[in-house]
């Protein structure tokens, strides 16, 4: 019997799954290489000296460090929001059974596929209308809010569908309350899911541009920061240290939410399927 651990990939799959990493990572690391150049103007390879001037530069400057929390506090505000509002319509669409419930799922899903200038005019249009808020950072917040929801909804619609009913209803059969069920059974069944969500949600808002330029108000996030120093040849050393930071900003979490998603697997992958039951029996305190 061949098993999974045994199986060796051929040469072609390893080729193709090479190049597909060199196509996908070999930009990035151009601008690495280039966070670390001496020369300020252009691009030049190989690069006639490296340096860490440039970092003491970014980091020095104000202007970026004021996007950068701003990007940080409209990432994490979005991300909260979808994790609440996104698992909540998971929870609503998956258990209810009601007229134009396709339809409803349909409209939830759909400003992930829309093209982000089409809800950038259609939000500014609406913030125009009814005059409020001004534009700022919540109307940016309310901006991201509508596509991160569709991630978090995303991921904890599937993981419902994966969790077993019974383990509810074992619960329920124990003399469990709604919010015992929910807080010992549902919720450590979906932690990994809206931990999941919620990371790439925050990752989605903090390089978000197209609609940022439609909500903002006078105050950049960094990516339009970044966007608008490009453009001046001088900074472009600078340009590559502060997207070197987003993306260690961004990798760092998704790391960790991988680390945990496989502990909680790890943990849960010995459970048998009589066991689900027991461990309902286990997490629910006696509620006389």
């Not at 339809?103 to 093209?115: M, N, R, Y």
Request: glycine share 8%.
């Amino acid at each position: 019997m061949i098993t999974r651990d045994s199986t060796d990939a051929g040469f072609g799959l390893k080729v193709a799954s090479t190049l597909v990493m060199i196509f996908l990572y070999f930009p990035l690391a151009i601008i690495v290489l280039y966070a670390f150049t001496t020369q300020s103007s252009s691009f030049t390879f190989p690069p006639p000296g490296l340096t860490l001037e440039w970092f003491r530069v970014a980091f020095g400057r104000e202007d970026m460090w004021q996007a950068f929390r701003l990007s940080l506090l409209v990432a994490s505000v979005s991300a909260s929001m979808a994790i609440l509002l996104g698992s909540l319509l998971a929870g609503a669409v998956y258990r209810s059974r009601f007229f134009g419930r396709e339809a409803l799922a349909f409209i939830i899903v759909l400003p992930i596929a829309l093209p982000g200038i089409v809800t950038g005019i259609a939000l500014r249009s609406t913030i125009g209308i009814v005059d409020f808020p001004p534009l700022g950072i919540w109307t940016i917040v309310i901006g991201h809010t509508t596509f991160c929801i569709v991630i978090v909804y995303n991921n904890v619609v599937a993981r419902l569908r994966r969790m077993s009913p019974n383990v509810v209803e074992a619960s329920a059969d124990l003399g469990a309350s709604g919010w015992q069920t929910f807080r010992h059974v549902i919720l450590p069944n979906l932690a990994t899911a809206l931990l999941a969500g919620g990371v790439l949600a925050f990752a989605l808002s903090f390089d978000e541009i197209i609609v940022t330029t439609f909500t903002r108000g006078s105050d950049p996030t960094l990516p339009i920061w970044i966007f608008n120093v490009l453009f001046r040849p001088r900074n472009r050393p600078v340009t590559n240290v502060v997207a070197l930071i987003a993306v260690t900003v961004t990798i760092v979490p998704v790391l960790l939410a991988q680390m945990l998603a496989r502990g909680s697997d790890d943990a849960g992958s010995g459970m048998g399927a009589g066991s689900g039951a027991a461990s309902t029996t286990a997490a629910i305190p006696d509620p006389r």
